[in-house]
Protein backbone atom coordinates (compact mmCIF):
# COMPACT_ATOMS: atom_id res chain seq x y z
CA UNK A 1 0.00 0.00 0.00
CA UNK A 2 3.00 2.64 1.31
CA UNK A 3 4.79 1.37 -1.70
CA UNK A 4 2.03 2.20 -4.90
CA UNK A 5 1.33 5.33 -2.46
CA UNK A 6 5.27 6.32 -3.28
CA UNK A 7 5.05 5.05 -6.52
CA UNK A 8 2.04 7.23 -7.93
CA UNK A 9 3.45 10.18 -6.00
CA UNK A 10 6.78 10.09 -7.53
CA UNK A 11 5.53 9.27 -11.34
CA UNK A 12 3.15 12.39 -10.64
CA UNK A 13 5.99 14.57 -9.80
CA UNK A 14 8.23 13.58 -12.90
CA UNK A 15 4.94 13.46 -15.23
CA UNK A 16 4.59 17.07 -13.89
CA UNK A 17 7.49 18.02 -14.02
CA UNK A 18 8.37 16.77 -17.34
CA UNK A 19 5.50 18.58 -18.92
CA UNK A 20 6.38 21.87 -17.30
CA UNK A 21 9.67 21.61 -18.52
CA UNK A 22 8.49 20.97 -22.18
CA UNK A 23 6.09 23.38 -22.31
CA UNK A 24 8.56 26.14 -20.98
CA UNK A 25 11.14 24.88 -23.63
CA UNK A 26 8.58 24.87 -26.31
CA UNK A 27 7.05 28.10 -25.39
CA UNK A 28 10.46 29.46 -25.17
CA UNK A 29 11.63 28.22 -28.68
CA UNK A 30 7.89 29.36 -30.28
CA UNK A 31 8.49 32.60 -28.44
CA UNK A 32 11.90 33.19 -29.78
CA UNK A 33 11.23 32.20 -33.34
CA UNK A 34 8.09 34.86 -33.70
CA UNK A 35 10.46 37.19 -32.68
CA UNK A 36 12.98 36.42 -34.90
CA UNK A 37 10.81 35.87 -37.77
CA UNK A 38 8.54 38.84 -37.12
CA UNK A 39 12.78 41.58 -36.84
CA UNK A 40 13.75 39.71 -40.18
CA UNK A 41 10.26 40.30 -42.01
CA UNK A 42 10.22 44.18 -40.62
CA UNK A 43 13.54 44.56 -41.21
CA UNK A 44 12.52 42.93 -45.02
CA UNK A 45 10.17 45.49 -45.40
CA UNK A 46 11.48 48.63 -43.84
CA UNK A 47 14.76 47.76 -46.87
CA UNK A 48 11.89 47.56 -49.08
CA UNK A 49 10.74 51.01 -48.45
CA UNK A 50 13.96 52.33 -48.66
CA UNK A 51 14.66 50.67 -51.30
Known sequence: MVC????TYIHTY???YI??????YIHTYIHT???IYMYLYMH???DA???
Open 49 to 51: EVH
Open 19 to 24: HTYIHT
Open 44 to 46: RAS
Open 33 to 35: YIH
Open 14 to 16: IHT
Open 4 to 7: IYIY
